[in-house]
């Protein structure tokens, strides 16, 4: 009692020791797990280095980030929250709203936040007016992926419709190329869909089904047809598709094993991973149909209540991610373009550049809309019974796009 032995002390110098770096540590989850993924959060690790943090990866991978946001609802939960998490549109406002998400307001004041990041995100990384989260880019669904030498080969030209898009793919599989590559898990197919939907209906149907939960939209002619347009692309995907992983279809298109792929933008961030080119390797079109709208989904960094000790870590994170140089470094390898309204598009590739234009374009004329399979439409639940609904269509469990359209509303009239 009166004698401290020399273990003793050691052990209670190594424990704050401990203390004082674990302040100095950015324990981040997320689900970049692929190469082109993994490199852009690079940039954010290095800024983060160079001011005296470490750096702690919680990694779930899973594209929407369902399998992230059961880790990090279990980690909440235990009272052991990252520093930060990576969290898609309603996942975000679910933990503002039940008070779990740190207070950053200051730092947006600061840095007038307010003003350069679109309105309609706002509304994800601020509830009652307070800022708990910061988005590092903006990402959007609705574009097509397709190897340009492949392309060449097969005489095929930008479709400019869902039609030309088929008779496309059509050419690719008279040649005998894989026309479509497609990784057959719920979120990819969900995410397609997203894109199918707004080609077909246009961007108010989308609007009103997705956005506005529209039942008679939801249980229209157009919805059938969507599925039936559904059930035409599968058609050209080749018989391995079942669980593949988005980046592996995305390898088929960079090797040309593929034409084309579906999907958001991060596809680009595999391409310039593989140090392919834009315009000279591969070429991004809007998916047909879609071009002049922005199904978009941003991927923010939420801030969880910490000890007072973690709060420097994650006041140099936010700021960090909001620093124009991370934006631009970040969104030229990640496929995406910067949250900021006020980056210049010079650095950025010819792709880039027509998402950022596309962006303030679709933001000025009301077409810029939340990703429903991106969780930026609806709430989780509402979400997850759309994958469900969608994917059963796409592997055969439910026969008929009549079925399909039943299944929806009913799915989605008792998930909201
Ligand atoms: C995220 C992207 C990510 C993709 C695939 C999406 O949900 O928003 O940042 O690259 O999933 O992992």
């Known amino acids: 009692m009166l004698m401290l032995g020399a273990t003793a002390v050691g052990a209670l110098s190594v424990a704050s020791g401990a ?10 989850l997320h689900w970049w797990t692929s190469g ?64 779990k998400l ?31 989260a910061v988005p590092v880019n903006i990402h959007s669904v609705n574009w097509i992926w397709i190897n340009k030498a492949t392309m060449e080969k097969i005489g095929g030209a930008e479709p400019k419709n869902f ?17 479509l590559a497609l990784g057959g898990q719920p979120w990819q197919e969900a995410t397609m869909f997203d894109s199918i939907v707004a080609s077909t ?21 157009t919805m ?15 018989p391995n598709y079942t669980g593949r992983d988005w980046n592996l279809a995305t390898a088929m298109v960079i090797k040309g094993d593929a034409l084309a792929q579906v999907m958001g933008d991060w596809a680009k961030g595999e391409f310039a991973a593989a140090h392919k080119e834009a ?15 922005v199904l978009y989904n941003t991927d923010m960094f939420a801030f969880f209540q910490v000890s007072g000790d973690r709060q420097a870590a994650q006041t140099a994170l936010a700021e960090t991610t909001m620093s124009p140089e991370v934006q631009i470094g970040f969104n030229i390898i990640k496929g995406s373009a910067p949250a900021r309204m006020d980056i210049s598009d010079a650095s ?16 000025a004329k009301g077409t810029f809309l939340g990703s429903l399979a991106q969780n930026y439409a609806q709430p989780p639940a509402v979400a997850t019974a759309y994958y469900d609904v969608v994917t059963k269509f796409v592997h055969g469990q439910i026969k008929s796009s009549d079925e399909a359209v039943t299944q929806l509303v009913a799915a989605i009239n008792s998930a909201k």
């Open 201 to 221: 209906g246009g961007v108010d149907f989308y609007k009103k089904a997705f956005i506005d939960l529209d039942e008679s939209a939801l249980k229209s002619g």
């Open 36 to 99: 082109g993924e993994a490199a852009a959060l690079s940039v954010v690790k290095q800024a983060l280095a160079k001011q005296g943090y470490s750096w702690k990866d919680v990694p779930v991978a899973g594209g929407g980030g369902g399998a992230a946001m059961t880790t990090l609802k279990a980690m909440v939960a235990a009272g052991n929250p990252p520093t930060a998490s990576q969290i898609l549109g309603y996942y975000a406002l679910d933990y503002a709203d039940a008070g």
């Open 224 to 238: 059938k047809k969507s599925f039936d347009n559904l059930a035409k692309l599968r058609d050209y995907v080749d």
């Open 348 to 363: 950025f590739d010819t792709c880039g550049k027509k998402a950022i234009a596309d962006i303030k374009a679709a933001n």
């Open 163 to 179: 039609d030309e898009f088929v008779a496309l793919l059509d050419k690719a599989k008279k040649a005998g190329v894989v026309p």
């Open 102 to 132: 740190a207070d950053i307001t200051p730092l947006a004041k600061t840095g007038d936040w307010a003003k350069v990041i679109p309105t309609a995100l706002q509304k994800f990384t601020t509830v009652d007016g307070k800022w708990g």
């Open 279 to 293: 315009g000279k390797d591969f070429l991004c079109y809007r998916f047909p149909g879609t071009d002049g709208s």
């Open 19 to 28: 203390q004082a770096a674990d302040g100095k540590e950015v324990q981040m």
